[in-house]
């Protein structure tokens, strides 16, 4: 059964760090482009970055992009998102998924499972 597992969610405080990891089972990571999702309460799920499955291409959120580094360990079957310069706009509930190969962040589409997610919260 394919499925991720997202951990590494946490509080932390503003100008904190933080590192994401999405561990993927039932199935070979290297074979698709991930993405990074998040959802605040009363929110829209936001695309917050992408990176391809065979040449490393990425793409970030304008609201990450210089914050976040996403990155794919294929031999360990994991997908990471570091984030540093956390906000208290980041606060949210962190995803990651399959999606289909893209260009534009804005129209980056999941498919398949998702996991329960993590929870990202930065607090004073």
């Known amino acids: 059964q394919a499925q991720f597992v997202e951990s590494g969610g946490a509080l932390v405080q503003p100008g904190g760090s933080l590192r994401l990891s999405c561990a993927a089972s039932g199935f070979s990571l290297e074979y698709y482009a991930i993405g990074w999702f998040r959802q605040a309460p009363g929110k829209e799920r936001e695309g917050v970055s992408y990176?391809?499955?065979?040449?490393?291409?990425?793409r970030y959120a304008d609201s990450v992009k210089g914050r976040f580094t996403i990155s794919r360990d294929n031999t360990k079957n994991t997908a990471y998102l570091q984030m540093e310069s956390l906000k208290p706009s980041d606060t949210a509930v962190y995803h990651c998924?399959?999606?289909?190969?893209?260009?534009?962040?804005?129209?980056?589409?999941?498919?398949?499972?998702w996991g329960q997610g993590t929870q990202v919260t930065v607090s004073s």
């Open positions: 990176i391809s499955a065979s040449d490393m291409r990425t």
């Open positions: 998924a399959k999606v289909f190969p893209t260009n534009d962040i804005r129209s980056m589409s999941p498919f398949g499972s």
